[in-house]
């Protein structure tokens, strides 16, 4: 299950009590994303060419809308609030514009990158007990071990979390913390924050091509 990339930092096949709980879900009832789409971040960027990584907490937990990649939706599928908080961020810091579907973002070294991997339908943080938090942290403690710049988006408490673990680098990085994107939360300070402006100043002052955050 695990993209062939990855192997050297997760090893082949996920942890057994975990896997077994994650078949198991998908027999009985319904979960996000599709599970051939479960590892699509991981299988978009691979490890050398990660130089942002946007964290979230689990996917979108309504139909049609998870498809393997934190924020993001697919074309056609129904526009959460969260995601229009961040694009409405990217217009006002960058005056760029950019659909639902992230996968562009992916493909330029951006990991879009939850915390948990899997949700049931209508229940959010509903497998956070599953064991996911175990692999995402290896995935991010191998990251911290990369020589390229790399930054760091921590939105929300939940992301800050893992503050201590993508830290831990001597190489160069930078970390962005701000309130999370939702409703709730948005105009406590996620408004204004500008980290799309950063990432690049930072990347660009590592001698790194900037990530073309428009469509």
């Known amino acids: 299950m695990i993209p062939v990339a990855w192997q050297d930092i997760l090893g082949k096949t996920l942890p057994k009590e975990l896997e077994t709980r994650v078949l198991s ?18 299988s978009l960027t691979k490890p050398q060419d990660v130089r942002v990584v946007i964290l979230g907490q689990d996917p979108y937990h309504g139909a049609g809308q998870a498809h393997g990649l934190a924020f993001s939706v697919p074309v056609g599928a129904k526009f959460p609030p969260s995601l ?3 694009l409405k961020e990217l217009e006002d810091d960058l005056h760029l514009t950019h659909g639902c579907d992230l996968t562009h973002w992916a493909t330029q070294g951006v990991l879009l990158l939850n915390t948990v991997l899997t949700v049931e339908e209508g229940k959010p943080t509903s497998h956070e ?3 996911w938090q175990e692999v995402t942290d290896t995935i991010l403690r191998g990251l911290s071990s990369m020589p390229q710049p790399m930054a760091f988006i921590l939105w929300g408490a939940h992301a800050q979390k893992k503050r201590e673990i993508v830290a831990n680098s001597e190489y160069p990085r930078l970390i962005l913390e701000s309130p999370h994107p939702s409703p709730l939360s948005s105009y406590r300070g996620f408004f204004g924050s500008k ?21």
């Open 25 to 42: 879900a998908y027999e009985t009832a319904v979960v996000y994303p599709p599970k051939e789409q479960i590892f699509s971040a991981l």
């Open 195 to 215: 980290p799309f402006s950063k990432v690049n100043d930072f990347l660009q002052k590592h001698g790194e091509t900037p990530i073309l955050w428009g469509e």
């Open 84 to 86: 229009r908080n961040i």
């Open 129 to 131: 007990h599953f064991g």
